[in-house]
């Protein structure tokens, strides 16, 4: 009776949601297969997010996924053009499959629905999601933190059909990307992600929020280790990725290790710094005499005119006035900082920052970016896992084992690559068995877990399988340990569907009295 009362409460929450969004669509000046692509997109979702929300852990809730998926099309789609092949739209895209200006909210894509979900979390996001006061990581975390979670919203689209879960590598937008962000979701959680995502003001200081967050839960020295390899990892990807943002980050470097090389010699400094003080106050002198005197504005309109294309000419003397007055602030502020780092104070900041930004825009000059890449990426999970192991250290009960198992199932299933996930990654072997044996030994204190055998070892090489099974609940996991002319084999069964046959290969000399479970019979794993 309970679960026919939940199916009819599940439906009347369906048919609300696709109401919803129609009511929406219909103010929309989208056309019909645009409409109807995205209305398929929730039906989807609606059928797939419970495994999603089940496999994951520590996402959002149905509810609040769909009201934001709603709310992201309400707010930030104004235009939205679905193209066929051949079309004139599909000859704007070129050899992409969408192309999104946040500025204008607009998006052009394929009907493919796990891109256009993709476009429209990418359309919904603020391009800067950190303060200046981060020079040059403003940009660059801002956008790992950004692409991770658009790839994030895509997945239980891309992953979930409401009866398995397959992740297919090359369907992730950026792999490295995706890895970083959910080592950030699982050590911070959602919450904190996606309030740090939605920020729209800058009084609220993120990354020292951040730095917090990690030093209160695993300490100090893996915050700064973790915190600064993340930063690494985003500007290698940046130059990865963005050869437009790489062309700006050279460009600056080179004015930093100029600027650098006079603040060394600090006589040479000062006189450098007294001189454009000097040009800047005459400058808005000039300014200050042209603005108000009507002749000397008219020839300045002329001048400035001769030299400009069409495009850009300033189309009346009042304009130009305006445009002279902005000049004269930008001038007024830049007087300032040139007086301010007169102060000895202000002076060892400002080659504090300039040192700071030299440090980050040194990888520019790395060799072999990919190889770099992967072992930033190779030590972020080292880092990753040690701060796992005082996660596991704080479980209390039954149901915080049982999460943090599906937890580290899930990332234990992550890709790493293009071609392996990262319980398949040799260089993180070590870690990840320590951490699978710390969890089983949790879950089974708790009586969570049967135990297999008697020896730790044999127990673990048994029961290890369960973190690489991509069945939905690993509650209804049975698992048959089988002997055949002196082997030994496992075999994970997920209802009436089974992996296939593994082979113990390391303990084939297995006594039956060393073993806690009955051989050729199906015995469910969790208690």
Request: aromatic share 8%; glycine share 2%; charged share 40%.
């Amino acid at each position: 009776m309970q679960k026919k009362k939940e199916k009819f409460l599940d439906k009347i929450v369906k048919k609300d949601y696709n109401n919803e969004l129609e009511r929406i669509l219909e103010k929309k000046s989208f056309d019909e297969s645009a409409k109807n692509l995205l209305l398929n997109i929730l039906y989807k979702i609606e059928a797939s997010y419970k495994d999603y929300e089940k496999t994951k852990r520590n996402v959002a809730t149905k509810e609040e996924y769909i009201q934001k998926f709603i709310k992201m099309i309400d707010q930030n789609c104004e235009n939205l053009t679905i193209c066929k092949m051949n079309s004139e739209e599909g000859r704007v895209l070129g050899n992409k499959t969408f192309l999104v200006d946040n500025k204008n909210k607009r998006i052009i894509c394929y009907p493919i629905e796990r891109k256009l979900l993709y476009c429209i979390a990418k359309v919904s996001k603020n391009d800067t999601i950190i303060k200046k006061d981060y020079p040059i990581i403003d940009k660059t975390l801002s956008n790992l933190i950004n692409i991770g979670n658009n790839i994030e919203m895509v997945e239980p689209l891309r992953d979930f059909n409401g009866y398995s879960w397959t992740t297919i590598y090359k369907e992730i937008e950026s792999i490295s990307y995706n890895l970083i962000y959910q080592n950030m979701r699982i050590l911070l959680g959602y919450d904190f992600l996606e309030k740090w995502i939605n920020n729209k003001e800058f009084i609220i200081d993120y990354m020292e929020l951040l730095k917090n967050r990690l030093a209160e839960r695993y300490g100090t020295r893996n915050q700064k280790d973790i915190i600064k390899v993340i930063e690494k990892l985003s500007i290698l990807l940046e130059i990865k990725y963005n050869p437009n943002e790489k062309q700006v980050l050279e460009k600056e470097k080179k004015e930093i290790e100029e600027n650098l090389s006079k603040i060394n010699n600090k006589e040479k400094f000062i006189e450098m710094i007294t001189t454009q003080k000097r040009d800047l106050a005459e400058e808005i002198k000039r300014i200050d005499e042209t603005i108000n005197h009507k002749e000397l504005l008219q020839n300045e309109y002329v001048r400035r005119n001769e030299n400009l294309p069409l495009k850009k000419k300033i189309f009346s003397v009042r304009i130009l006035s305006k445009l002279m007055s902005k000049e004269r602030e930008e001038k007024l502020e830049t007087l300032e900082k040139l007086n301010s780092l007169l102060n000895p104070k202000k002076f060892v900041a400002y080659k504090k920052e300039m040192e700071q930004k030299e440090e980050y825009l040194k990888l520019l000059e790395t060799k072999d970016l990919e190889k770099e890449i992967e072992n930033m990426l190779i030590k972020l999970q080292k880092l990753f896992l040690k701060c796992y192991k005082l996660i596991i250290d704080k479980i209390e009960n039954k149901n915080q084992v049982i999460d943090a198992i599906y937890e580290f199932r899930y990332y234990s299933l992550l890709p790493f690559n293009d071609e392996i996930n990262i319980s398949e990654a040799k260089e993180m072997e070590k870690e990840l068995k320590e951490i699978r044996g710390l969890l089983l030994n949790k879950a089974q204190s708790l009586k969570v877990i049967i135990i297999s055998a008697k020896d730790k070892n044999i127990d673990e090489e048994i029961l290890k399988h369960i973190f690489t099974i991509r069945a939905i609940a690993l509650e209804e996991i049975y698992i048959k340990l089988t002997k055949e002319k002196d082997k030994f084999y496992i075999q994970l069964f997920d209802e009436d569907a089974y992996e296939e046959k593994i082979e113990m290969h390391h303990f084939n000399n297995i006594n039956k009295k060393d073993l806690e479970i009955k051989l050729n019979k199906k015995i469910k794993v969790f208690e």
